[in-house]
Structure formats: C-alpha cells, structure tokens
C-alpha cells in the first residue's frame, strides 16, 4: 500500500481530485479536516483539552462544541490559535498513523489517500509514501473561491498570505497535478501516476 499526501492552496480544486480517487477501488480517502471535527466531538481525544482551554463558553445545548463559537473565540488572537493547533493537529496526526498502520496490516488497500492543508507545515511528509500538490494559477484559484463560496477579494487576499508559495509546494511536493483547465485533464494525469493498468472503476 502506498500512502499519498494531497495539498495545495485554497481554490486549487483539490475537493475534486479526491472525489475522484474516492470513487476507484483498492482507494480509501481520508479528510483531515473531517478526522479533526471528528476528535472534537464528546468523548473524542480533543474535546476535554479544548473545553479546558477555551471554556464552556464554546458548547452548544447539548454540550457539543459549537465550531462557530470556537472560531469567534480564537478569531485574532494568535496565541490562542497556536495552543488550539497544539492540541488539535497532533491528535490528528496520530489518528492517521493509527489509520496507515491498520490499513498496511489489513492488505487490502492499494493507495491511502491523506488530504490536509498543512500536510508540509505539520511535518506529514514522515508518514507519507509521496506528496502530492494540487496546482492552480492564482487568477484561476481566485475566480473559483468568488464563484463557488463568494469570498471578497479582500478575504482571498488575507487567506493568501499565509498560504505557502507555488513554489514551496513544488519544492516539496514529488507530483504536481494542474487544474488549470478541464476535469478530464486532471483525472488523465491522476491515471498516469497511478499507472493506468492499475486502475480500476467500481
């Protein structure tokens, strides 16, 4: 089984690239940011840190920790956001090593997919087989986030900022797809990586 990282910035149309993947065999896809909501839950590894840090102040009626609530909380205070990261990504880490490790001794899998945002500012590459970074060209990446989730201009240029370059991706990344252009384009180059005799339709 080989482990692949997916990355790249906002709008590069990564969501696409893994709804893809999902659909084939021998495939399993595995959203950080899913697994993250998910150790946020009562009783799950995060949540008792969480409420320690931020207060009761962030639970909903029913005790579950309100992301709204949250985000307010931490929204511009930098401290803050670090110690909610310290408690969230390694707990994150850990459930995907534990994921990696079941999936090698079940055998059944052929690529493990891991998407994350931070997939090279975490460290992940110690877990992965190969990174992947998903490419779009800012003017493209741009349009989309207007389109899709109607962000300002003024929004997309703050989240932007503290994203990696196009050129630290690349850097550290051994595969980069483009999705400048048509779905087709990039499913072609997801095939070729993966080797087209290999791939296979549900």
């Not at 670090?82 to 880490?93: C, E, F, R, T, Y």
């Not at 483009?178 to 087209?196: A, C, D, F, M, R």
Request: net charge negative.
């Amino acid at each position: 089984m080989k482990v692949i990282g997916v990355t790249g910035g906002v709008g590069a149309g990564k969501s696409e690239v893994l709804s893809y993947l999902a659909k084939r065999q021998d495939c399993r896809v595995i959203m950080a940011d899913r697994v993250a909501h998910q150790l946020e839950e009562p009783g799950e590894a995060c949540y008792e840190p969480l409420k320690a840090l931020l207060g009761t102040e962030i639970l909903d009626a029913s005790g579950k920790i309100d992301k709204k609530e949250m985000a307010a909380r931490i929204f511009g205070d930098g401290e803050l956001l670090l110690k909610v990261n310290g408690i969230v990504h390694p707990a994150v880490k850990a459930y995907l090593t534990e994921q990696i490790e079941k999936e090698r001794a079940k055998g059944q899998l052929k690529w493990l997919f891991i998407e994350a945002a931070l997939l090279i500012e975490e460290g992940y590459a110690e877990i992965l087989d190969e990174l992947w970074y998903i490419h779009a060209e800012e003017t493209v990446r741009r349009q989309r986030l207007r389109d899709t989730r109607g962000y300002t201009d003024e929004k997309i240029d703050a989240i932007l900022q503290k994203q990696l370059s196009a050129q630290a991706f690349r850097k550290r990344c051994g595969v980069v797809i483009e999705n400048n252009g048509t779905l087709e384009s990039v499913y072609t180059q997801i095939e070729k990586e993966l080797g087209e005799d290999q791939w296979q339709k549900q």
